[in-house]
């Protein structure tokens, strides 16, 4: 289910705010690609709000089978479907609500020629030309790692790339290119965009991209409801939007 009006969220937002007699810590836990959103907006939200995020952030996969495990969480901030799961089995309160969509993008080491990426022939091109090639490891529940291995098989390269595959378990994969231990990464666009010593490339060609909605949802035993709830209408409020598409990232659909 999603929250519509934006009007809800600024309402919300200031009951939430008349009601914080007492300063408390907001337990969040989020995918990836949120991240970076989530902690930029940290500094104005306890400073506005006298809260404290407390943020830990993992792949979609390891927050389900955490949650799911009964860890404390007062908002989750995951893909949809995660989100619907975990409301399925109880361990998240029920209000599902859509914060933003992402894609998957591509970035270099800085200085390096830029690849044409604009076809699916040239990124194939790419990407057998590539001696070594980061992205997130779908063992551990990384939306993208998953997506990409898919991809692979189906542009019929899975065999001439598996080799050269440099997987990261959590976090940006642009890292091991900055720091000259993968030539290419590829990974959803708000977890590379910005990471210092690379440069980004750009999505992926339209045919082949994958767009991931990421969600928010109290935890079914969520301590902090009041703040909780202000974080999201933060997170949906109009002010967050270009800072949104700084980070590679859309506003969901209201």
Same mark, same amino acid.
């Given at each position: 289910?999603?929250?519509?009006?934006?009007?809800?969220?600024?309402?919300?937002?200031?009951?939430?705010?008349?009601?914080?007699?007492?300063?408390?810590?907001?337990?969040?836990?989020?995918?990836?690609?949120?991240?970076?959103?989530?902690?930029?907006?940290?500094?104005?939200?306890?400073?506005?709000?006298?809260?404290?995020?407390?943020?830990?952030?993992?792949?979609?996969?390891?927050?389900?089978?955490? $949650?799911?495990?009964?860890?404390?969480?007062?908002?989750?901030?995951?893909?949809?479907?995660?989100?619907?799961?975990?409301?399925?089995?109880?361990?998240?309160?029920?209000?599902?609500?859509?914060?933003?969509?992402?894609? $998957?993008?591509?970035?270099?080491?800085?200085?390096?020629?830029?690849?044409?990426?604009?076809? $699916?022939?040239?990124?194939?091109?790419?990407?057998?030309?590539?001696?070594?090639?980061?992205?997130?490891?779908?063992?551990?529940?990384?939306?993208?790692?998953?997506?990409?291995?898919?991809?692979?098989?189906?542009?019929?390269?899975?065999?001439? $790339?598996?080799?050269?595959?440099?997987?990261?378990?959590?976090?940006?994969?642009?890292?091991?290119?900055?720091?000259?231990?993968?030539?290419?990464?590829?990974?959803?666009?708000?977890?590379?965009?910005?990471?210092?010593?690379?440069?980004?490339?750009?999505?992926?060609?339209?045919?082949?991209?994958?767009?991931?909605?990421?969600?928010?949802?109290?935890?079914?035993?969520?301590?902090?409801?009041?703040?909780?709830?202000?974080?999201?209408?933060?997170?949906?409020?109009?002010?967050?939007?270009?800072?949104?598409?700084?980070?590679?990232?859309?506003?969901?659909?209201?």
């Amino acid at each position: 289910m999603q929250i519509a009006h934006p009007f809800f969220f600024a309402a919300l937002f200031s009951l939430a705010l008349s009601q914080a007699a007492v300063a408390v810590e907001v337990r969040v836990l989020t995918a990836g690609a949120m991240k970076e959103m989530i902690l930029a907006l940290a500094p104005d939200f306890e400073r506005t709000t006298g809260h404290k995020v407390m943020l830990d952030n993992d792949t979609a996969g390891g927050l389900s089978r955490r $949650i799911e495990g009964g860890e404390a969480v007062d908002l989750a901030v995951i893909t949809a479907p995660v989100i619907d799961a975990l409301i399925g089995k109880g361990k998240l309160a029920p209000g599902r609500v859509d914060l933003a969509t992402v894609g $998957i993008g591509v970035v270099v080491k800085e200085g390096a020629p830029l690849p044409d990426i604009s076809s $699916i022939e040239a990124f194939k091109r790419l990407l057998l030309a590539a001696k070594s090639v980061a992205h997130v490891d779908p063992a551990s529940g990384g939306t993208s790692g998953i997506y990409l291995t898919g991809l692979y098989r189906r542009l019929g390269i899975a065999d001439q $790339i598996t080799p050269k595959l440099v997987l990261v378990h959590g976090g940006s994969s642009a890292l091991l290119v900055a720091k000259g231990e993968a030539e290419i990464a590829i990974q959803q666009i708000s977890e590379i965009i910005a990471v210092p010593g690379v440069i980004f490339v750009g999505p992926l060609p339209t045919e082949i991209q994958d767009t991931t909605t990421y969600s928010a949802a109290l935890g079914a035993h969520a301590k902090e409801r009041d703040a909780a709830n202000a974080l999201i209408a933060l997170l949906r409020s109009a002010q967050t939007v270009s800072l949104l598409r700084s980070k590679g990232m859309k506003p969901a659909a209201p």
